[in-house]
């Protein structure tokens, strides 16, 4: 029982129009041993399993169902409504000797599914808009600085110089890049070191850049545009802050069946509540808008146990650490 129950949640991950509704009636019909079963939205039947008696007019008892909103019986049809957030979302109806109460509680079992289904919807919408937002958001600061770098270096070392234009164009294709909404580790790692090398251009290599990636984390696919802003804040609100070289790290390693990526930085860091306030986004807008917004992404794709971690005090620097499953459902990197 526990089993196909577990599995109908699989059979409607995709909602009641998704491609696996007529196994989920099949599943339905056998846990309430019906003769068959009907699973409807509010447009009407998307599947069935089995022979409805002839004559049985299962149209009209779906009408009856859904004006007014509660279970129905019209031998030999029983129906029950689906319930989702809330709205009536469709109609569980089932053909034969079945219990009034065990129909109930099987519809529920699907309007749950159902529910289930919605939200990760939902949360995909979420993650795609927050990434719309973060493009949209990538400094105009940084995009006039980098071009600044670039022409100041045209006529002292013209060969550097071609070396950060073709960079800078690598940059903006990759953060404007339409393939989808994830990416490697590797393509990640790729535009990171891209925007550093590009900033240590920009304040005469005042910084020491270190990279360390285990090599069975590299194709493993995270939400497009996770790393770069992190990086981009340590640069911006760490190390142009401080005096001196600083030194920032990106290192990530596999632990079990989480990919964990670590951002560290030595500069002016920040008190551990005003990290918290800039996740929560009642920070100042001039500081963070990239940190949450990844996180926001992270807990929309892999759930609310999946955020930022910020690891941070005055003077000491700032760590911020990325841990998400290394195998889910739907994150593909096209």
């Known amino acids: 029982m526990l089993r196909e129950v577990r599995l109908l949640g699989t059979d409607l991950q995709d909602g009641l129009r998704g491609g696996r509704t007529a196994a989920a009636a099949r599943r339905v019909r056998r846990l309430l041993d019906a003769d068959a079963v009907v699973l409807a939205d509010l447009d009407g039947p998307v599947a069935r399993h ?104 045209v006529h002292s070392d013209p060969d550097l110089a071609r070396g ?41 290599d005042r910084f020491d850049i270190t990279v360390r990636m285990a090599p069975e984390i590299l194709p493993v696919a995270i939400p497009f545009l996770v790393v770069q802003p992190i990086v ?18 990106v290192s990530g390693y596999g632990e079990g069946p989480l990919c964990v990526i670590e951002i560290e930085d030595d ?8 990290a918290r ?11 963070g808008v990239g940190l949450a917004n990844v996180d926001q992404r992270l807990r929309a794709v892999y759930g609310p146990e999946h955020g930022l971690l910020i690891e941070t005090a005055p003077g000491s620097g700032t760590r911020v650490v ?13």
């Open 277 to 287: 306030a800039i996740l929560a986004g009642t920070g100042p807008p001039a500081r």
């Open 232 to 249: 981009e804040n340590a640069v911006r609100h760490g190390l142009e802050r401080r005096s001196g070289r600083g030194h920032i790290s």
């Open 50 to 153: 089995g022979a409805l008696p002839p004559g049985s007019e299962p149209d009209a008892l779906l009408s009856r169902v859904y004006e007014e909103g509660r279970v129905l019986r019209r031998p030999p049809l029983t129906a029950a409504p689906l319930f989702v957030a809330g709205d009536l979302a469709g109609c569980l109806l089932a053909a034969g000797e079945v219990a009034q109460e065990d129909l109930t509680e099987i519809a529920g079992l699907v309007a749950e599914s159902l529910d289930h289904a919605e939200l990760r919807t939902a949360r995909a919408r979420i993650a795609a808009a927050d990434l719309r937002t973060l493009r949209a958001q990538i400094s105009p600061h940084f995009l006039h600085n980098a071009l600044a770098v670039i022409a100041a270096r």
């Open 322 to 334: 990325v841990r998400v499953p290394r195998f889910k459902r739907g994150v593909v990197a096209e």
């Open 164 to 204: 950060l234009l073709t960079d800078f164009a690598d940059y903006l294709r990759y953060s404007f890049s339409t393939q989808g909404d994830y990416a490697t580790v590797a393509a990640e790692l790729q535009a990171t070191q891209t925007y550093l090398e590009l900033q240590r251009a920009r304040f005469d």
């Open 267 to 274: 500069g002016v860091g920040m008190e551990p509540e005003f």
